[in-house]
């Protein structure tokens, strides 16, 4: 009996494994499927044109994949303007804000998360209530500031004005409040300062939040255009945004190099946001769920 009974269940769960995917479930994938693609078209059309030629990319109908694909537009791009210059200090600029912002958000959030003073709900809202001024109207007074401190054409002057952020200090905040208090409550009795309990508790763990904080303020600053535009002259001083701009020729658009620049410009965030797409998503999810 026993042995029928075992063949039976190995049947069964057999049977469960060949079993076809639920209707619902395959026109679930399909449906996801045809987005991923949807949204993923202009950037795979932008790398599909940037190994055409000029001629090629003007035929009709407009081709979707090259005949004769070639490197040149690369090299084009590599001659026409200093891409690696911008490269460098995109990331020089974006690593700035993104190490101010942790520091400012996470000493902001933990003020508003553990320490107790008069005033702390009204002045945590008042500080939420900056992300409803929009940033184009804070442009004049931090050009004039910057202009004043002579931090034109300067790294200090394309990061410093972000390196505090009311979302990164909210999205922080919420991560803090996770913590038991109890945590809180054991480390003042054993003698922990305010610093350390930040640095050895609340630190590490909150590592999703802080991962999600880093790699928003990175992709934001290293996609920025009008205010590096508007604070850099010197060529050598601008960033990747402002470079490609500059191969957007007056006589001719060659959409040739253009894509291959944008390509160039993309694959770093494209890397990042694919290594990191695990804490953020932890990141922005925590603290949704209660218990």
Do not use: C
Not at 30 to 43: C, E, N
């Amino acid at each position: 009996m026993t042995t029928t009974a075992v063949s039976r269940a190995g049947a069964i769960a057999i049977q469960r494994e060949r079993r076809p995917l639920p209707i619902r479930k395959a026109g679930s994938y399909v449906l996801l499927a045809v987005v991923a693609i949807l949204v993923a078209f202009p950037l795979l059309l932008a790398l599909s044109y940037s190994f055409m030629s000029e001629s090629e990319i003007a035929t009709f109908p407009p081709p979707v994949l090259p005949m004769h694909p070639s490197l040149d537009n690369y090299q084009k791009v590599l001659g026409a303007i200093p891409i690696g210059r911008y490269l460098l200090n995109s990331f020089i600029v974006s690593t700035a804000v993104v190490i101010g912002q942790l520091i400012t958000a996470s000493l902001a959030a933990y003020a508003f998360s553990f320490l107790v003073f008069r005033g702390r709900q009204v002045l945590f809202f008042l500080f939420l209530s900056t992300l409803m001024i929009p940033w184009e109207a804070t442009i004049i007074p931090n050009y004039m500031t910057i202009r004043t401190l002579g931090w034109l054409d300067t790294y200090q002057g394309l990061a410093v004005p972000f390196m505090a952020t009311a979302f990164g200090t909210f999205l922080l905040r919420q991560a803090f409040m996770q913590i038991p208090r109890e945590l809180w409550d054991a480390a003042r009795i054993d003698g922990s300062t305010t610093f350390r309990f930040l640095r050895e508790v609340v630190i590490p763990l909150a590592r999703p939040a802080l991962g999600t904080v880093a790699i928003y303020g990175f992709l934001s600053t290293y996609n920025q255009y009008f205010w590096p535009l508007l604070i850099t002259n010197e060529t050598l001083m601008r960033t990747t945004q402002v470079g490609i701009a500059q191969l957007r020729f007056e006589e001719s658009l060659r959409w040739g190099l253009v894509m291959a620049g944008v390509i160039m410009v993309a694959v770093p965030t494209l890397a990042l946001l694919v290594l990191g797409q695990r804490q953020l998503i932890r990141g922005l999810t925590a603290g949704a769920v209660k218990g």
